[in-house]
């Protein structure tokens, strides 16, 4: 395993310490010139991201990753899915040398305080007897969603169809299955009496037969037609799938209905209504409103999910959790080029983390990434065939040049950067931080860069809807109920001072000064974090 603190581990994290430091130099402004936070200065925030500022702290940096990134004794791992790889009655990821450090967790250590909870807490609520899911699944883990993505989680990734750390990071497809003992084994054929899955209506029937079936060749469906009131479901066919589209790509309900499975897109539209995440296994017709309700049903993160957990329903897995990969290093190393103004040397280690995440031939697409995702609709024809076998090398889609930052390039204007990111710069801090998300989401290790970078703010502000106080800034959509839904408004009270935490009441009355007396009221207020008296 990768468990113990190693020499490339403690290169790592400093580097990491180094570009820290150099992240917040330039905030000293808005300390006092004594270098005491500042409490009435509006970025006081920012001034207590002051670290210092040594002139060789990015070389520093640079030292050190380059220490990792040199190392005989880690490398990229050649498919990304790799590093997250289970199987059962194996841990095939854990020796992966993708891997700098990992947090250590075990089998027999499983329902323990020690158990790895991730496992749980980011699976969708995907048992439903309608989608050919009636019980939890060792594949999809342990149905308990308390923590996703935003809509920013998956937009984040410009192009699905050459990147394929999206699919490799969420689950977007979900097969009907069922589980008997310690294995998972076929859901029923669509003609079973046991088989409880969604029935055809006639009019889906007729669109599915007349636009779908045609050219619909998955191995499971067997070219069979659709029939009003037959289960739509059966053995080895799709049950339950996302796709995360935009308003400007809203699927037709009518087409979003006569698919092949339960389809939950983000966006669907009728005539000149478009609707914003509604219920798709009600048929579309209830007003669910989005954003505030219906998070369980959702394309959650993967990862984590650990098939070697206890119990099928246990709440603890076993599966170790990557904190330090070199994915991250070339990115830490990347940021510190970028802020010496060497950008080509930022943009080949950028490089070296997309060219891996590329599709590449052999390699088999998501169904509905073929064939319903944005993008679908540029790939070969027999890239759009079951099993959607990838025919074209997308490195060179995949490769990033200085246009990505410009403020100008469809390319930079797809990357979403906040209004605040004016300069080359700031917007290629912004990039930075962007790939991190695309490579490491759902790892629980970006807030920490994007925190001491001072960016955090900002990006709450422009990309988290329900922390975000900014007006008219996402689309609106015809299903709303008052401020509920999506209004195109944001639903937060987010400020920039919330970047740090208060300390608690409790622990403030119990500071003294030097002499022993607990502090007065003033002294109170100048020991707490800037925005909380």
């Not at 113990?4 to 130099?25: D, E, I, P, T, W």
Request: glycine share 8%.
């Amino acid at each position: 395993g990768r468990e113990r603190v190693s020499k490339g581990a403690a290169a790592h994290f400093l580097a990491k310490l180094y570009l820290q430091r150099a992240q917040g130099a330039d905030f000293k402004q808005y300390r006092k010139a004594d270098g005491t936070i500042d409490h009435s200065n509006a970025n006081a925030h920012l001034g207590m991201l002051y670290k210092g500022n040594v002139a060789t702290d990015l070389d520093s940096c640079i030292y050190f990753a380059t220490q990792v990134i040199n190392s005989p004794n880690y490398k990229l791992a050649e498919d990304y899915a790799d590093i997250f790889a289970t199987a059962k009655g194996s841990y095939p990821s854990e020796n992966n040398s993708e891997i700098i450090l990992a947090a250590s967790f075990g089998p027999k250590l499983a329902n323990t305080r020690y158990g790895m909870r991730f496992q749980c807490y980011m699976t969708c609520n995907y048992v439903r007897a309608l989608w050919g899911l009636p019980n939890r699944t060792w594949e999809y883990g342990h149905q308990n969603v308390r923590m996703r993505t935003n809509d920013w989680g998956y937009d984040v990734f410009t192009d699905k169809q050459s990147d394929s750390r999206f699919e490799k990071t969420f689950l977007i497809e979900y097969k009907a299955m069922l589980s008997e003992g310690a294995n998972d084994v076929d859901y029923y054929s669509y003609k079973d009496p046991k088989n409880g899955t969604k029935q055809w209506s006639a009019d889906e029937a007729a669109y599915f037969n007349a636009n779908i079936l045609p050219t619909y060749n998955r191995e499971s469906w067997n070219g069979r037609p659709a029939v009003a009131g037959e289960r739509k479901i059966g053995k080895g066919d799709l049950g339950l799938v996302f796709l995360e589209n935009t308003k400007e790509t809203a699927i037709p309900i009518d087409v979003a209905k006569a698919q092949p499975y339960v389809l939950y897109p983000r966006w669907t539209k009728d005539g000149n209504k478009y609707y914003y995440r509604r219920d798709a296994s009600d048929d579309f017709k209830a007003n669910n409103v989005g954003l505030e309700f219906g998070i369980g049903v959702a394309a959650t993160v993967k990862k984590h999910i650990d098939v070697n957990r206890e119990a099928i329903n246990s709440e603890y897995g076993s599966r170790n959790v990557a904190m330090f990969r070199i994915a991250e290093t070339y990115l830490i190393r990347a940021e510190a080029y970028g802020r010496k103004g060497n950008f080509a040397s930022a943009i080949n280690d950028i490089n070296k983390v997309r060219e891996r995440a590329a599709y590449k031939p052999g390699e088999n697409r998501a169904e509905v990434l073929a064939r319903l995702y944005p993008g679908a609709e540029e790939l070969s024809s027999s890239e759009k065939q079951y099993p959607y076998t990838v025919t074209q090398n997308r490195v060179s889609d995949m490769r990033i040049d200085a246009t990505y930052w410009d403020g100008t390039s469809a390319n930079s204007i797809a990357e979403n950067y906040p209004s605040s990111a004016k300069t080359d710069l700031q917007r290629f801090v912004h990039f930075i931080y962007n790939e991190l998300t695309r490579e490491m989401i759902g790892e629980l290790t970006l807030y920490e860069g994007i925190h001491h970078a001072g960016i955090q703010a900002d990006r709450i502000m422009w990309h988290q809807q329900m922390g975000s106080t900014l007006q008219n800034h996402w689309p609106v959509s015809d299903n709303v109920n008052g401020t509920q839904g999506q209004t195109g408004n944001g639903k937060g009270a987010f400020r920039p001072f919330n970047t740090f935490k208060p300390f608690p009441q409790a622990f403030m009355d119990m500071l003294t000064d030097e002499s022993g007396k607990l502090l007065d009221e003033t002294a109170k207020a100048a020991y707490q974090n800037p925005g909380y008296n």
